[in-house]
């Protein structure tokens, strides 16, 4: 049987992921402004801000894909990016804004990225992975024959080929229809559940963010406005709901 | 360096060349348009010039070589420009593959497609010419070497131009090689250019293949002093690749680059 995750004792394990006064400046504009955080092993942290507030930009420090001004990013115990290499075999990545090769088949695909992360799966096991996104059938189907929302699912699969013990996701249910976003939470619940994963996600869906997430980061302007249970924020802003809490902030900003 | 991810990078691009009918044609199409138009002159001159035989093989075998140099270069720059058109490089960098991974595999592919297209060529120019560049081939080997090192450094280069200024840098991929062009002496001896560009093209380490060739085409026999030549000068230009290419990642990941999605 599978280990169990208890969420209780989250805050008790040592930090798979540590911001320390991040800071990301382009010219003269502050993008990411000093941001310090530490995520412990197994939460699922929802990484919430409008846009512009600088999400993007900080999973990008975070992986490595760009090089922060001033501050510093650990990721598994592991300094990035010094051990940049080390860190990325055992983390993985998704975005609906990027997109495996279309003229390659799904099969293809994951044979190429599993190759890429050093794992060896059997067909069987990759067709259950694309069965428990709901993908099923599509393994000889070329990967740009896909819809856009099959796209994502494919780009999921790809992020847990390596089993990781980080997973980084942005808007892992944009594009999806309301079954299709269920079934990749639904998964997301599981895998945490079942490993341990740590999820670090973005999202602009607000009651997606409140049922899945431990913690919720909000970045707003480039700095950290609220971090902790989604309750506990939605008090600390007197809001029921954190679209509520979402839309306060986005109108504080556009009055005069 | 992992021979594991550089053969899973390999293997895309033989799935892409498997799945793509026009990009499996594209490696025969233009070496074969090249080879009957070039061939065709080639023949011309010679009798123009009473029967010299030695005017074909001096432009066949620059022919051959010169597309060693382009297609070596080319493959370099459009296998990086396939992960930007397909938004696949994220995916790529946020991999375990270390630049010099993702460098290597381009290069081998170059290695690789180029073998198929000279072979090809070699055959052909046999057939339809009677241009036997295969009794040569021991003493041409060196050549085809420098210029694959030579298109391996301008290839590197005009990746990392591409990665600086996006997909609209991305017509550097199929222009710069004809850059060099006029100053390699590529169907000319280095004597026919002007003084001030023949001290250009000795500059240049492709300039040492083709003449190289033309010396064992002719019967000289295997120029050393060429060879040490372009070897040398490859060096050099591999070492200036490495710079420039090390200095755009910086920026790259100090501005962001990597994560673009388009152009």
Known sequence: ?256 | MSLGRVSALLLRQVYLYRRSMIRSLELVYWPLLDLLMWGFLSVYVARLRGGGAVAIAYLLGALILWDIFFRVQQAISVSFLEDVWTRNLVNIFVSPVSTSEFLAATMLLGVMKVTVIAVMMSALALVLYAFNIFAHAVSLVPFAIDLILAAWGIGIITTAMILRYGQSAEVLAWAVAFLFQPFSAVFYPVSILPRALQYVAWLLPTTYAFEGMRAVLSGGGLRWGYVAGGLGLDVVLFAIAAGVFARVMWIARDQGLLMRTEG
């Open chain 1, 1 to 256: 049987m599978p280990p169990v995750y208890n969420a209780a004792v989250a805050g008790t394990t040592s930090p798979v992921i540590v911001a320390g006064h991040l800071t990301k400046q382009f010219g003269s504009a502050v993008v990411v402004d000093d941001v310090s955080f530490s995520v412990p092993a197994g939460q699922i942290v929802g990484f919430l801000g409008p846009n512009g507030a600088g999400k993007t930009t900080t999973i990008g420090m975070l992986l490595g894909l760009l090089r922060p001004t001033r501050g510093r990013v650990e990721i598994l115990g592991l300094p990035m990016p010094e051990a940049r290499q080390a860190i990325l075999a055992r983390v993985n990545f998704t975005s609906p804004y990027v997109s495996l090769p279309g003229n390659l088949t799904v099969a293809e695909n994951l044979a190429v990225f599993s190759r890429l992360y050093g794992v060896r799966r059997r067909r069987a096991a990759l067709e259950a992975l694309l069965e428990r996104v709901g993908l099923s059938g599509v393994w000889r189907r070329r990967a740009g024959q896909l819809s856009s929302g099959e796209g994502t699912r494919l780009g999921l699969v790809k992020a847990l080929l390596n089993d990781p013990e980080v997973l980084f996701l942005d808007e892992p249910t944009a594009s999806l229809d309301p079954d299709g976003a269920d079934r990749v939470r639904e998964v997301l619940r599981a895998i945490r559940s079942e490993r341990g994963m740590t999820i670090f996600y973005t999202s602009h869906n607000m009651q997606e963010v409140e049922r899945l997430s431990d913690r919720i980061l909000f970045l707003h302007h480039g700095r950290i406005l609220a971090d902790g249970p989604p309750g506990d924020v939605l008090r600390q802003f007197d809001q029921e709901t954190l679209e509520q809490m979402f839309l306060e902030l986005a109108r504080q900003e556009a009055a005069p």
